[in-house]
């Protein structure tokens, strides 16, 4: 099969802007993919006429994803196994905890923002579908990497940067992290990325047994939050989405 040549230079340029959220200038895409300023400007002016990307600083002209490719990016959700196994219990279980609850998958390093679910009176939080945030100081990254198998390959190419006085700076506290979530089944994050919440997640695993993705729940910190009780109820819901991506083993905890 022939492969057209422009639609593989728009893509190109889709994927290099997708991968910098700061955005990134006609002069930059251009340089970073070596291509002439004239046939990349022709690619932008084009996406951004279609809505597929936009201007995030009108002043210097740097450009980042835009709407409809996230209304397309959502159609993709809309079908997808995962989240159509996992709404009802995802609904189920936010209304229980009176948690903002998340599904996240890991995508290039980082934790991929899937779906969100906000019951009434939850803490709303600043994450939203499509974002992305670190894998070594989220319950959703930690309950990822504990499980995979390239977890050492993912470990090395993190850049670690202090967020809160608890944010985990290091490779060897990381691992120390992951061997309690792979012994309890669950991960916390301890106000690592925000002083004022805490998360516990837990990893959802494929019919070979693979870690996919991670289901948590966020709301603020106390002194007297219930660990044990917020965990239990995660787990179980991640085992049972788990159940439905054709998971057979038992749970871990």
């Known amino acids: ?16 802007i997708s991968k910098n959220p700061n ?5 930059e895409v251009a340089n970073e993919l070596d291509l002439p300023k004239s046939t ?16 995030q600083d009108e002043r210097i002209k740097n450009y980042v994803i835009g709407t409809k490719l996230f209304i397309i990016g959502n159609s993709y959700i ?3 196994d995962l989240i159509n196994s996992s709404r009802k219990l995802i609904k189920e279980l936010g209304d229980k905890l009176g948690r903002t609850v998340f599904i996240g998958q ?6 991929l923002y899937l779906y969100k679910y906000e019951p009434d009176n939850a803490i709303i939080t600043t994450s939203n579908i499509g974002s992305t945030v670190n894998l070594y100081n989220t319950a959703l990254g930690k309950s990822i990497l504990a499980y995979r198998e390239d977890q050492e390959a993912l470990i090395k190419n993190l850049k670690f940067k202090k967020y809160t006085k608890n944010t985990i700076t290091n490779e060897f506290d990381l691992k120390e992290e992951l061997k309690k979530v792979k012994k309890f089944g669950y991960a916390i994050d301890n106000r690592e990325v925000e002083e004022h919440l805490s998360c516990i997640g837990a990893p959802i695993f494929n019919h070979k047994g693979e870690v996919i993705a991670a289901v948590s ?12 009780y917020i965990s239990r109820n995660i787990v179980e819901t991640a085992y049972k989405i788990s159940l439905h991506m054709g998971y057979q083993q038992k749970k871990n905890i």
Not at 220 to 228: A, H, M, P, Q
């Open 1 to 16: 099969m022939k492969i057209n040549n422009t639609t593989k230079k728009t893509i190109e340029v889709l994927e290099l």
């Open 217 to 228: 729940a966020s709301g603020l910190y106390t002194e007297n939050i219930d660990i044990d």
């Open 23 to 27: 955005g990134l200038t006609l002069n």
């Open 78 to 80: 809309e079908n997808d």
């Open 106 to 111: 890991e995508s290039q390093g980082k934790i």
């Open 40 to 55: 990349v400007f022709d690619i932008l002016a084009t996406l951004k006429a279609m809505d597929i990307i936009k201007y």
